[in-house]
């Protein structure tokens, strides 16, 4: 997930481990998300530069130059991804090793409360118990049959 600081949210990208999954995964959620597979069902190398060639540079907008922080994890960098960057006037910074859950904007400000959101949505909705969690499978689709979506609001 990406969301620059104007509040502008970028499209999404899933990661599954092993495989995307052989059931509609992509009911209820929006059209232009990315979807992708790696062993472990984390970043990799691959995956990131393909989300920053098909989501960052498209969606950041035409204003430049532009900065993307992120975690300083070695899949995110790469010669390739740098050459693209210095090409797009992208400027990169990585956060310092072991510090992203103090500074990560997006692991502070966003994915904790989301976290907490999804959590009190399930028990609501009867679905799950506080113990469960919502796969990635299930983001877009509530049993099935009724769609759902999660709404970030500025506060």
């Not at 997930?1 to 959620?29: N, T, Y």
């Not at 692991?107 to 469960?132: H, M, R, W, Y």
């Amino acid at each position: 997930m990406c969301i620059a600081a104007d509040g502008h949210v970028l499209p999404s990208f899933l990661i599954f481990d092993g495989c995307l999954p052989h059931r509609s995964f992509k009911d209820g959620v929006p059209d232009n998300w990315l979807y992708g597979s790696s062993e472990s069902g984390y970043m990799d190398t691959e995956l990131f530069e393909n989300w920053f060639d098909k989501v960052f540079i498209p969606f950041c907008g035409t204003r430049r130059p532009v900065l993307l922080i992120f975690d300083n994890h070695d899949s995110h960098i790469s010669i390739d991804l740098i050459e693209k960057a210095k090409a797009n006037n992208i400027h990169i910074i990585g956060l310092p090793p072991h510090t992203t859950h103090l500074l990560q904007p997006l692991d502070v400000a966003i994915f904790g409360p989301l976290k907490e959101k999804v959590n009190q949505l399930s028990v609501t909705l009867g679905n799950l118990n506080k113990c469960a969690t919502i796969g990635k499978v299930m983001f877009g689709v509530y049993n099935g049959r009724r769609r759902f979506s999660l709404l970030i609001h500025k506060s």
